[in-house]
């Protein structure tokens, strides 16, 4: 079945450390891809989405391929910040009423 | 612009108790989702409600029902409360389309329920 697997956290960072969280999916047909993240006590925002193969979605210095040959979306981001700390969540949609699948979510901390 | 609300931000209930999750947008969406975040879980799918008057079963339904009372609104209630039941619960909305660029969702800033 539709699965999404994320790199298993807590990923523990110093500020201006090389940020990567890797994702992987499993579905049938060309889905659109997401990163979502949670600021603590808040609900998701979208950080950033491709809808087809070899899209880069990009956003606030992050930046995710839709690589449909190795069924990965990993997230990046050169230079990551105190503010950057917050659960990062992986997700898959088709075209079935909108629906999404959710990976576990990667918990990230960046110290000073 | 509120974009998604949900009521209340906290509950604690005992067992076997009933309360319904609210929650509402404003961007005159036509689905919207209840979902259950538990620890290591990520997102749930508990139900969803493609369009207004039509509701469908997701991941995680059991214990629940759920009510399109209008375009704007999709209540969640717990009929008989269940320890198990103890989670956060995030109502989402998207403009669900023929086009697959449509299943952004938006979230709301989500219930934290505790059930003794």
């Known amino acids: 079945g539709n699965s999404v697997t994320q790199m298993e956290g807590p990923v523990t960072l110093s500020e201006e450390a090389f940020l990567t969280i890797n994702c992987t999916y499993t579905?049938?047909?060309?889905?659109?891809l997401f990163w979502y993240v949670q600021y603590p006590g808040e609900g998701l925002q979208l950080l950033l989405k491709a809808t087809k193969a070899d899209d880069k979605g990009s956003n606030k210095g992050f930046e995710a391929t839709y690589r449909k040959e190795t069924t990965s979306f990993h997230l990046e981001k050169g230079s990551v910040q105190v503010s950057d700390s917050a659960v990062y969540f992986c997700?898959?949609?088709?075209?079935?009423?909108?629906?999404?699948?959710f990976g576990q979510g990667t918990i990230l901390t960046v110290h000073p | 612009n509120a974009g998604v609300t949900q009521t209340p931000k906290f509950q604690v209930l005992k067992t076997g108790q009933s309360m319904t999750l609210q929650c509402a947008q404003d961007?005159?969406?036509?689905?919207m989702y209840w979902y259950r975040q538990d620890p290591g879980m990520g997102l749930r799918l508990i139900y969803y409600?493609?369009?207004?008057?039509?509701?469908d079963k997701g991941e995680v339904p059991n214990g629940y029902n759920v009510s399109r009372l209008n375009k704007r609104e999709f209540s969640l209630r717990l009929e008989s409360a269940a320890p198990s039941q103890t989670s956060v619960y995030f109502c989402?909305?998207?403009?669900?389309?023929?086009?697959?660029?449509?299943?952004?969702?938006?979230f709301g800033p989500g219930t934290r329920l505790t059930v003794t």
């Open positions: 997700a898959f949609g088709g075209t079935s009423y909108g629906k999404l699948t």
């Open positions: 961007m005159n969406h036509n689905s």
């Open positions: 409600s493609a369009s207004e008057g039509t509701t």
């Open positions: 579905a049938t047909g060309y889905p659109s």
């Open positions: 989402a909305s998207s403009e669900y389309g023929q086009s697959v660029a449509y299943n952004e969702q938006y």
